[in-house]
Nanobody, 114 residues
Framework: QVRLVESGGGLVQPGGSLRLSCAASGSIFSIYAMGWYRQAPGKQREWVAAITSRGNTNYTDSVKGRFTISRNNAKNTMYLQMNSLKPEDTAVYYC????????WGQGTQVTVSS
């Protein structure tokens, strides 16, 4: 049974930083592409960043240059380093193990506010 657990969310002021973690269990983590998604209040869930099994990365335009996705296959963990945070980054952030079927974590709240 695949389980994904996000952590690291919280309240931060604009311009601040947070690092999210996604701990995976129940699958061979290293062979799967992984992704971060977010859902703001009243909006649809949107894709934020992705990392392949080989470590290739991609980002949605609004976070390029501010967010960095990474993974540590030895620790079965994926990360999202978020810098220069803006109020519009406020959302619940979810990690996903891509594939068919894909699997979601339960989400972690990120609030950017002064």
């Amino acid at each position: 049974q695949v389980r994904l657990v996000e952590s690291g969310g919280g309240l931060v002021q604009p311009g601040g930083s947070l690092r999210l973690s996604c701990a995976a269990s129940g699958s061979i983590f290293s062979i799967y592409a992984m992704g971060w998604y977010r859902q703001a209040p009243g909006k649809q869930r949107e894709w934020v960043a992705a990392i392949t099994s080989r470590g290739n990365t991609n980002y949605t335009d609004s976070v390029k240059g501010r967010f960095t996705i990474s993974r540590n296959n030895a620790k079965n963990t994926m990360y999202l380093q978020m810098n220069s945070l803006k109020p519009e980054d406020t959302a619940v952030y979810y990690c996903r193990q891509e594939g068919r079927p894909g699997y979601w974590g339960q989400g972690t709240q990120v609030t950017v506010s002064s």
